[in-house]
Nanobody, 127 residues
Framework: QVQLVESGGDLVQPGGSLRLSCVISGFTLDYYAIGWFRQAPGKEREGLACINGRGGVRPYADSVQGRFTISRDNRKNTVYLQMNSLNPGDTAVYYC????????????????????WGQGTQVTISS
Protein backbone atom coordinates (compact mmCIF):
# COMPACT_ATOMS: atom_id res chain seq x y z
CA GLN A 1 0.00 0.00 0.00
CA VAL A 2 1.50 3.29 -1.14
CA GLN A 3 1.35 5.98 1.50
CA LEU A 4 2.85 9.41 2.03
CA VAL A 5 2.37 11.25 5.32
CA GLU A 6 3.44 14.84 5.87
CA SER A 7 4.22 16.31 9.25
CA GLY A 8 5.95 19.31 10.77
CA GLY A 9 3.57 22.09 9.86
CA ASP A 10 3.13 24.76 12.49
CA LEU A 11 2.43 28.39 13.22
CA VAL A 12 5.65 30.40 13.06
CA GLN A 13 6.60 34.07 12.95
CA PRO A 14 8.02 35.75 9.85
CA GLY A 15 11.70 35.01 9.51
CA GLY A 16 11.37 31.69 11.27
CA SER A 17 12.14 28.19 10.07
CA LEU A 18 10.40 24.84 9.82
CA ARG A 19 11.34 21.39 8.63
CA LEU A 20 8.59 19.34 7.06
CA SER A 21 8.80 15.57 6.82
CA CYS A 22 7.26 13.20 4.31
CA VAL A 23 7.32 9.61 5.53
CA ILE A 24 6.67 7.13 2.74
CA SER A 25 5.71 3.47 2.74
CA GLY A 26 4.76 0.84 0.19
CA PHE A 27 7.62 1.76 -2.15
CA THR A 28 11.29 2.72 -2.02
CA LEU A 29 12.82 6.12 -2.59
CA ASP A 30 15.46 4.57 -4.85
CA TYR A 31 12.89 4.23 -7.63
CA TYR A 32 10.66 7.27 -7.21
CA ALA A 33 10.87 11.02 -7.23
CA ILE A 34 9.28 13.00 -4.41
CA GLY A 35 8.05 16.53 -4.89
CA TRP A 36 6.87 19.17 -2.45
CA PHE A 37 3.85 21.27 -3.35
CA ARG A 38 1.72 23.82 -1.57
CA GLN A 39 -1.71 25.34 -1.95
CA ALA A 40 -3.01 28.50 -0.33
CA PRO A 41 -6.73 29.31 -0.07
CA GLY A 42 -8.08 30.57 -3.37
CA LYS A 43 -4.87 29.77 -5.23
CA GLU A 44 -3.76 26.94 -7.46
CA ARG A 45 -1.42 24.30 -6.21
CA GLU A 46 2.20 25.08 -6.99
CA GLY A 47 5.29 22.92 -7.01
CA LEU A 48 8.25 23.93 -4.90
CA ALA A 49 10.96 21.30 -5.10
CA CYS A 50 11.67 17.76 -6.23
CA ILE A 51 14.25 15.08 -5.59
CA ASN A 52 14.47 12.16 -7.99
CA GLY A 53 15.04 8.48 -7.35
CA ARG A 54 18.79 8.90 -7.72
CA GLY A 55 18.89 11.66 -5.12
CA GLY A 56 19.24 14.44 -7.65
CA VAL A 57 17.61 17.75 -6.78
CA ARG A 58 15.90 19.74 -9.51
CA PRO A 59 15.88 23.56 -9.55
CA TYR A 60 13.57 25.09 -6.98
CA ALA A 61 10.60 27.31 -7.61
CA ASP A 62 11.63 30.96 -7.85
CA SER A 63 9.49 31.83 -4.85
CA VAL A 64 11.49 29.56 -2.54
CA GLN A 65 14.92 29.46 -4.18
CA GLY A 66 17.61 30.08 -1.61
CA ARG A 67 15.22 29.59 1.30
CA PHE A 68 13.96 26.00 0.96
CA THR A 69 15.97 22.80 0.71
CA ILE A 70 14.73 19.34 -0.17
CA SER A 71 16.60 16.28 1.06
CA ARG A 72 15.99 12.64 1.89
CA ASP A 73 17.01 9.92 4.31
CA ASN A 74 16.41 6.60 2.59
CA ARG A 75 16.99 4.60 5.75
CA LYS A 76 14.15 6.48 7.42
CA ASN A 77 11.99 6.46 4.28
CA THR A 78 11.66 10.18 4.73
CA VAL A 79 11.93 13.23 2.50
CA TYR A 80 12.39 16.61 4.12
CA LEU A 81 11.70 20.19 3.21
CA GLN A 82 13.76 22.63 5.23
CA MET A 83 12.13 26.05 5.10
CA ASN A 84 14.02 29.16 6.21
CA SER A 85 13.30 32.87 6.19
CA LEU A 86 9.59 32.21 6.12
CA ASN A 87 7.21 35.00 5.20
CA PRO A 88 3.40 35.29 5.20
CA GLY A 89 3.32 34.34 1.52
CA ASP A 90 4.48 30.87 2.53
CA THR A 91 1.24 30.22 4.40
CA ALA A 92 -0.37 27.19 2.76
CA VAL A 93 -1.06 23.51 3.06
CA TYR A 94 2.07 21.64 2.05
CA TYR A 95 1.94 18.30 0.28
CA CYS A 96 4.44 15.70 -0.78
CA UNK A 97 3.78 13.52 -3.81
CA UNK A 98 5.34 10.66 -5.75
CA UNK A 99 6.38 10.32 -9.37
CA UNK A 100 8.12 7.42 -11.11
CA UNK A 101 11.90 7.87 -10.83
CA UNK A 102 12.25 11.33 -12.40
CA UNK A 103 10.73 14.65 -11.44
CA UNK A 104 9.52 15.45 -14.94
CA UNK A 105 8.46 18.88 -16.12
CA UNK A 106 5.36 19.47 -14.02
CA UNK A 107 7.02 19.42 -10.61
CA UNK A 108 6.88 23.24 -10.43
CA UNK A 109 3.26 23.33 -11.57
CA UNK A 110 0.30 21.40 -10.22
CA UNK A 111 2.10 18.08 -10.35
CA UNK A 112 -0.61 16.40 -12.39
CA UNK A 113 1.66 13.50 -13.29
CA UNK A 114 2.50 12.68 -9.68
CA UNK A 115 0.51 9.58 -8.89
CA UNK A 116 0.27 9.50 -5.08
CA TRP A 117 -0.21 12.33 -2.61
CA GLY A 118 -0.15 12.88 1.10
CA GLN A 119 -2.96 14.61 2.97
CA GLY A 120 -0.96 17.76 3.63
CA THR A 121 0.28 19.69 6.62
CA GLN A 122 -0.66 23.27 7.46
CA VAL A 123 2.04 25.93 7.59
CA THR A 124 1.01 29.34 8.86
CA ILE A 125 3.34 32.33 8.98
CA SER A 126 2.00 35.16 11.09
CA SER A 127 3.20 37.71 13.58
Amino acid sequence: QVQLVESGGDLVQPGGSLRLSCVISGFTLDYYAIGWFRQAPGKEREGLACINGRGGVRPYADSVQGRFTISRDNRKNTVYLQMNSLNPGDTAVYYCARRSLWCGNAYLGRGSDFDSWGQGTQVTISS
